[in-house]
C-alpha cells in the first residue's frame, strides 16, 4: 500500500514542478487558496482528531500518523518553494521593467528637468548614438 503513497507523492511534485513553470494569475491565486484553506483544515485535525491521520496513514501503508503528516508537510513545502520562486521571479521582472523605463526617461529628459522633477519637453529627443546611454 505504500506504493499507493509514493505514486501520489509523485503526482504532487510534478504538479508543483508544472505550477512553477507556467504563468500565473487569478487561477493559480484560487488554487493556492484551496491548498492552504486544506492545510489550515489538516493541521486543526491532526491537533483534535490524531487518530484519523493514523488511521489514514495505515491504510496507505505508512506506519504511523506522525510520518503522514512529515510527508505531507514536505510536499505542502515544495508547493510553497515553487509558489514563491514564480512570485519572486515575476517581481523581478516588474523591477527590470521598471528600472529599464526610468532610465529612459532620464536618457531623454534634460539635466535641469531632472532637478526640477519636471516634464520633458515634447520637443527633446534622446542623443544619437550609444555614447549618451554609457
Not at 510520518?67 to 515544495?78: E, G, K, R, S
Not at 523591477?95 to 532637478?115: C, F, G, M
Request: aromatic residues 10%; glycine residues 6%.
Amino acid at each position: 500500500m505504500m506504493i499507493v503513497f509514493q505514486i501520489l507523492a509523485a503526482i504532487a511534485i510534478v504538479i508543483a514542478a508544472f505550477f512553477m513553470l507556467r504563468g500565473g494569475g487569478a487561477r493559480h491565486q484560487a488554487i493556492r487558496r484551496i491548498l492552504m484553506l486544506f492545510f489550515i483544515v489538516a493541521a486543526a485535525s491532526s491537533v483534535f482528531f490524531p487518530q484519523i491521520w493514523t488511521t489514514l496513514a495505515n491504510l496507505l501503508g505508512i506506519g504511523r500518523g506522525a510520518d503522514l503528516l512529515l510527508y505531507l508537510t514536505v510536499l505542502f513545502f515544495l508547493g510553497f518553494v515553487a509558489s514563491t520562486y514564480r512570485r519572486f521571479r515575476h517581481l523581478e521582472n516588474d523591477v527590470t521593467e521598471l528600472a529599464r523605463q526610468l532610465a529612459l526617461v532620464h536618457v531623454i529628459t534634460k539635466p535641469s528637468e531632472r532637478a526640477t522633477g519636471a516634464a520633458p519637453d515634447s520637443s527633446t529627443k534622446p542623443a544619437e548614438g550609444p555614447s549618451r546611454l554609457e
